[in-house]
Every structure is written in structure tokens, then in C-alpha cells.
């Protein structure tokens, strides 16, 4: 193709995806966007790129959360902005892999890539803003593939004697083929790192490589296998450690991931002819797919496992090269979900169509080669219309994607079973103050699994919130007996007893809170409002103090806070220890500069302390923010008369004078 067509069929594809997914660039931010960015300390809290790259907060995706950080400091949590770079990192996904497919002589390069990009099973990740960790690895997943295709003709051309040696074939010195091959193999190399730290299911790129090593040669030596192995290398150390976070991080470890090795075997089996039928027939799409019992002592259960050899063994007997590639490529680039690794998913089910993001490339490429094929009018016909039916359909499901709502109700019309989904629709109407309608969904999720800690106390919460504290006590409990360190339960029931006028029992409940999370802020301010009620002023501030810590700086803690140390103040002002008065005045300063009545009394305390000259900057303070406040006025002039600021203090007693004869009687 000329520059000019190449560019043309590269911006008709880029076209055709924007506006296959513009309809997703509406929508909100989903479930575990809170996760990675709403509700995330390192991107809107005090944590940041150094605690990104360094800490267990990055989770294992620390360049995807850098993008997010980058974002957040040009937009905000404006969710427009972080939609698009996800379609514009599937948009140069898309124009990759074509070019991938064209360098790897694929007939039909450019179809495979629109068969790819427009097909309704992206939806899921191009849509869901948390799942630029596939669109953004992706990008760099091909790019390694393009510089690795490169170096293998740098290399493939430097094979002659003479050229190995550093000389061209008419004399001349040249530089060593190992440095000519350089540049392309250190920047697929590159590129792979760079996938790795934005999601570490790229760690099959070797895999991929080395089958581009075997299309492009038609076979695979002993040769080959050095140049691959810092890749591996790369690969083994990020799936190590993704396997120990989705255990003891991620929390992928319990009865939901207790499958025997034959049970992961017939998971597996399944799985793959399960991708492969949404990618021929993706009808119905289910952002949660039923959870399947698997019966290992059954034969049938391995008819998948069964029929993925024989599949293999075809393609190997006929020597269907092309077919074999596809075939290994997705095998592989699914084997990291096929069940046989803990992944905290398989919690809901052992299938997401966001699993075959990459995957689904072979089998894609594999049907456009095939058209290809075709004849040119029926290649034509056939090409088109897959790609206008595929760009339909996923206009039709970008809208499920739009709001929490939406994508949960979608989710139960097609599995009703769907624990998950009940539990999360009913927090969003919880939010949205359908405060009824979220009692049915935390019930139907209830009636699937009736000891689910979480949603019990979610439940018990909403009741405690509609005023029915009495009705939310056994809920609580029942949270407590399935999930018996639960701090967040027992801080919950401890707002019940409040409510129910049980104080000591309710303080009970917030001080085990924090004996099983020292750091928790609900409950350290929870206990604080309490202690605060029974005038016990200097332990109710310093729980306050440490509920401002884990907030974060919470206005509502911080307005606690200032009014115990207040209170506290004002007791000990009635007694004249005004020293003491002072010093407890200043923090309440230090955390409220714009409240009138803390700088009022500070400055009260600090002159009756024998300190006026540090008493004048609070009462020009409190002046400023509560002019028509007589006794302010009056306060300050006595100060300034004692400081021998005789204009000043009259000035000051005269408003005051004014400001009393004009207050009403």
C-alpha cells in the first residue's frame, strides 16, 4: 500500500471505533473505579507517585495507576477525560496489531484488526475506565510484538558470513550485525516492561515472540531460545509476585479457590470453548457470567480439555499452520484466568470478558485471513458485513456501561444469580437515597447467601439510617457470627446501641472496633462523639486527632475535633487556668483559623494569661470575622487600653457602645 492509502485505512479504522464507543464516553465511573482512582489514596489523597512505585498501594499495575495520577492532576475526577484515554490506547491497540498482522504477512490485516477492535466482547474493557490496565498494556503488548518482528529481519539479514563478521559483501566495514539488530531488541525488550508494570497478564508475551519467531521461519530452534530469555526472565518475576498479591493481597485465597487439580483442569477445558463461543455468537454479554459447579468425578466435565487435543492434534495432522498459531496464541494469552492461579474474580465466576481482551486477536486474525481468501466480490461482501454486524452490536452495549445502575440491572435480567450484582445495585441506591428500593436488592442478595457479613452490615446500616436501629441490631450480630473480626460491624452496631440509647454498650463496641483496626477513623470518631456527650472533652479530642489522621483531613472530624478542644477550653476557663485554657485553644486554632468564637476565647485566655500582646492578632481575628459582636469589641478595647493604645481602644469601645444601643431589646 502507498503512505497515502495506508494512511487513509488507518484513520477510517481509528474513525470506525471512536464511533462504535462514543456512546461510552457518557458515562460514569464503575464498580472498582473507587478502587483504582475515586477512593484512592495515591491518586486523590495524600499518597503519590512515590507510594505508587513503592508500596503495596499500586496493587500490581503501577504504570496504569501512574496514568490515572497524570489524569487526575490535568482533569480531576471528571470521568470524560479517563474514558477517553481508554478508547484512545484501544484505537492504538487496533492500529498495531494491524500492522503486526501485516508484517507478519497475514492475509487480511487490516479486517483482523477491525474484527478485533469493533467486536462487542471489548465493550467490557474499553468501556470500564479501571480497565486501561488492557487497552494501555495492550499498546505496549504490540509494540513489543513490532520491535521484535523488526529485530527478527535485522537479524535474519545480518545471517551471511561476511555480514556477521561486520563486513558487507563488497568490502567495506559496516558496524557488527549484534549492533545493527540492537536498537529493535532492546526496545521490544522495553516495551515488555512496560506491559508487565501495566498488567502482569502480558506475561505470555514470550510466548507470543516465540511463535512469531516460528511463523516467520517456519520453525523454532535451539537459536532462538537465548534471545527470549530476558523476556521469560521478566515474565517469571512479575507472575510470582502476581500470584502471592492475589492471595495475600487481593485476598484470593478461602473455599471459592479450593478447586482440586482435576476440577482446574475441567474449569480450564470449559473456559477456553466458552471464550471462543462469545467471540462467534457474543449473545448474551454478561458483565457477571453464572459461577459453574464443576463435577470432576463426571467424565463430561473434561469433554472441553478433551476437545481442545484433538483440536490441536487436527491442525498439527494437517498441517494448518495458520489455524495452529491462532490456536496457541489464545491458549496461551488465556492461560494466566483458565483457573489453573488464584484470581480474585473467580470469587463471582471463572469467566469476564475483559479475560480474552488479548486473546481474542489469534481467532480474530485466523476469520479475516480466511475471508481474505474468499474471492473479491464475496471477500468484500463478507468482510463488511462482519464488520458493520460487530460495530452494531457494540453500539448496542456501550449503554450498559454507563452507570453503576445500569450495568448491575443488566447484569440480573441475564443471571439473576448474580450475588455480586445485587450487593453492589444495592449500594448504589443506597447512594442515590432509594433507600427502599436498596432494602430489596440487599434482601435478594440475602435469600442467595444469607451469611454474608458485608451485606448484612450494609443492610443493618440502611435500617440504622431510615431510623430503625432496633431492626438493624440482628443484622449486625449475624455479620459478627459469620465474620467475627469484622471492625467495621462492630463499629455499625455500635451506632445501633447509640441510637438506641444504649451508650455504654455502644461505646463497648466502638473501643473492639479499634482494637482490631487501631486505625480506624469511623470508629475513633464514633467513640469520640460519645465521649464528647458524657463531658469527657480531652480523650473525646484525642480520638478525634487520630480520626483526622486516617481521614485525611475530614471536614466533618476536624469540625469534632475544634469543638472538644472548645468545650474543653471553656471548662477550663471557668476555673481561671488560663494557661492551660491557652494552650488547648491554640490546636482548635491550628485546625479551625476561621472560627470567631475559638479566637475569640483564645484571645480571652491568653490576655487574662498576662499575655496581651499575644492576645491582639486573635481579637483582630475575631473581629474581622464577627464584626457586630459587641463583647468582641469591648474585650479588644480593654486590652488595648491596659497595652496603652488609648485611639485604638476607643475606637473599639465605641462600635462596641453603637453596636448595643442598635441590637434589639
Known amino acids: 500500500m502507498s503512505r497515502s492509502r495506508t494512511l487513509a485505512a488507518g484513520l477510517i479504522l481509528a474513525l470506525a471505533i471512536v464511533a462504535a464507543y462514543a456512546a461510552s464516553l457518557r458515562g460514569a465511573f464503575l464498580w472498582d473505579d473507587d478502587l483504582h482512582i475515586t477512593a484512592n489514596p495515591t491518586i486523590i489523597g495524600p499518597l503519590g507517585l512515590k507510594e505508587i512505585w513503592t508500596t503495596a498501594r499500586a496493587n500490581y499495575f503501577p504504570l496504569v495507576l501512574t496514568n490515572f495520577w497524570a489524569q487526575h492532576a490535568l482533569w480531576g475526577l471528571d470521568p470524560l477525560g479517563y474514558r477517553l484515554v481508554t478508547l484512545a490506547c484501544h484505537v492504538i491497540a487496533a492500529l498495531l496489531l494491524w500492522r503486526v498482522l501485516f508484517r507478519l504477512g497475514v492475509p487480511g490485516a487490516w479486517l483482523g484488526a477491525a474484527l478485533w477492535a469493533l467486536h462487542p466482547v471489548q465493550v467490557e474493557s474499553v468501556a470500564w475506565i479501571c480497565e486501561l490496565k488492557n487497552t494501555q498494556s495492550a499498546v505496549f503488548f504490540l509494540a513489543a510484538i513490532l520491535f521484535w518482528l523488526r529485530w527478527l529481519e535485522v537479524r535474519r539479514g545480518s545471517d551471511s558470513p561476511l555480514k556477521a563478521e561486520g563486513y558487507s559483501e563488497g568490502g567495506s566495514q559496516t558496524r557488527p550485525a549484534i549492533r545493527v539488530a540492537s536498537a529493535p531488541y532492546l526496545l521490544s525488550l522495553l516495551c515488555a516492561l512496560l506491559a508487565l508494570l501495566s498488567k502482569p497478564s502480558t506475561v505470555m508475551l514470550p510466548v507470543a515472540l516465540a511463535l512469531c519467531a516460528w511463523w516467520r521461519s517456519g520453525r523454532f530452534t535451539s537459536r532462538d531460545l537465548p534471545p527470549l530469555a530476558p523476556f521469560l526472565a521478566l515474565s517469571v518475576a512479575v507472575a510470582g509476585w502476581?500470584?502471592?498479591?492475589?492471595?495475600?493481597?487481593?485476598?484470593?485465597?478461602?473455599?471459592?479457590?479450593?478447586?482440586?487439580?482435576?476440577?482446574?483442569?475441567?474449569?480450564?477445558?470449559?473456559?477456553?470453548?466458552?471464550?471462543?463461543?462469545?467471540?462467534?455468537?457474543?449473545?448474551?454479554?454478561?458483565?457477571?457470567?453464572?459461577?459453574?459447579?464443576?463435577?470432576?468425578?463426571?467424565?463430561?466435565?473434561?469433554?472441553?480439555?478433551?476437545?481442545?487435543?484433538?483440536?490441536?492434534a487436527l491442525f498439527a495432522w494437517r498441517k494448518w499452520q495458520g489455524a495452529m498459531l491462532a490456536a496457541l496464541y489464545?491458549?496461551?494469552?488465556?492461560?494466566?484466568?483458565?483457573?489453573?492461579?488464584?484470581v480474585y474474580f473467580f470469587r463471582y465466576s471463572f469467566v469476564g470478558d475483559h479475560f480474552q481482551y488479548l486473546a481474542s486477536m489469534g481467532p480474530l486474525a485466523l476469520l479475516a485471513a480466511a475471508v481474505a481468501r474468499l474471492p473479491r466480490r464475496l471477500r468484500v461482501g463478507a468482510g463488511g458485513a462482519l464488520v458493520v454486524v460487530l460495530a452494531v452490536l457494540t453500539v448496542r452495549q456501550t449503554p450498559v456501561y454507563a452507570t453503576n445502575e445500569a450495568l448491575w440491572r443488566h447484569t440480573l435480567a441475564r443471571n439473576p444469580a448474580a450475588f455480586m450484582a445485587w450487593a453492589n445495585l444495592g449500594d448504589t441506591l443506597r447512594l442515590a437515597g432509594r433507600y427502599d428500593e436498596a432494602m430489596v436488592a440487599y434482601r435478594s442478595g440475602l435469600a442467595l447467601r444469607p451469611d454474608d457479613a458485608p451485606v448484612l452490615n450494609d443492610l443493618g446500616n440502611l435500617l440504622v439510617l431510615t431510623g430503625r436501629p432496633a431492626d438493624a441490631v440482628p443484622h449486625f450480630e449475624r455479620a459478627l457470627a459469620a465474620r467475627p473480626g469484622y471492625a467495621e460491624a462492630h463499629c455499625n452496631l455500635g451506632n445501633a446501641l447509640r441510637d438506641l440509647g444504649r451508650t455504654d454498650e455502644a461505646i463497648g463496641?466502638?473501643?473492639?472496633?479499634?482494637?482490631?483496626?487501631?486505625?480506624?477513623?469511623?470508629?475513633?470518631?464514633?467513640?469520640?462523639?460519645?465521649?464528647?456527650?458524657?463531658?469527657?472533652?480531652?480523650?473525646?479530642?484525642?480520638?478525634?486527632?487520630?480520626?483526622?489522621?486516617?481521614?485525611?483531613?475530614?471536614?466533618?472530624?476536624?469540625?469534632?475535633?475544634?469543638?472538644?478542644?472548645?468545650?474543653?477550653?471553656?471548662?477550663?476557663i471557668a476555673a481561671q487556668q488560663w494557661p492551660d485554657a491557652a494552650t488547648l485553644l491554640r490546636r482548635a486554632s491550628d485546625h479551625?483559623?476561621?472560627?470567631?468564637?475559638?479566637?475569640?476565647?483564645?484571645?480571652?485566655?491568653?490576655?487574662?494569661?498576662?499575655?496581651?500582646?499575644?492576645?491582639?492578632?486573635?481579637?483582630?481575628?475575631?473581629?474581622?470575622?464577627?464584626?457586630?459582636?459587641?463583647?468582641?469589641?469591648?474585650?479588644?478595647?480593654?486590652?488595648?487600653?491596659?497595652?496603652?493604645?488609648?485611639?485604638?481602644?476607643?475606637?473599639?469601645l465605641e462600635e462596641a457602645a453603637r453596636l448595643r444601643r442598635e441590637a434589639p431589646r
Request: aromatic letters at 12%; zero cysteines.
Open 509 to 572: 463496641q466502638f473501643r473492639r472496633a479499634l482494637e482490631l483496626e487501631p486505625a480506624y477513623g469511623g470508629a475513633h470518631n464514633n467513640l469520640g462523639i460519645q465521649l464528647a456527650e458524657a463531658g469527657r472533652f480531652a480523650e473525646a479530642a484525642t480520638h478525634f486527632e487520630a480520626a483526622l489522621r486516617a481521614s485525611s483531613g475530614d471536614a466533618k472530624i476536624r469540625d469534632n475535633l475544634v469543638r472538644a478542644l472548645h468545650r474543653q477550653a471553656v471548662a477550663l
Open 330 to 342: 489464545f491458549g496461551a494469552l488465556l492461560f494466566p484466568v483458565l483457573g489453573f492461579f488464584n
Open 592 to 652: 479551625a483559623p476561621d472560627s470567631a468564637a475559638v479566637r475569640m476565647a483564645l484571645a480571652v485566655a491568653l490576655a487574662q494569661a498576662g499575655q496581651l500582646d499575644a492576645a491582639v492578632p486573635h481579637f483582630e481575628a475575631a473581629v474581622r470575622l464577627n464584626p457586630r459582636d459587641a463583647e468582641v469589641r469591648e474585650n479588644f478595647g480593654r486590652v488595648l487600653g491596659a497595652l496603652r493604645r488609648p485611639r485604638e481602644a476607643y475606637e473599639q
Open 242 to 312: 502476581t500470584i502471592w498479591e492475589q492471595k495475600f493481597n487481593s485476598g484470593a485465597i478461602g473455599p471459592e479457590w479450593s478447586q482440586t487439580f482435576p476440577e482446574r483442569i475441567a474449569i480450564a477445558g470449559r473456559a477456553v470453548w466458552f471464550y471462543l463461543g462469545k467471540l462467534g455468537w457474543p449473545e448474551p454479554l454478561i458483565f457477571i457470567y453464572p459461577r459453574w459447579m464443576i463435577d470432576a468425578g463426571s467424565a463430561t466435565a473434561f469433554l472441553g480439555a478433551a476437545g481442545i487435543g484433538a483440536t490441536l
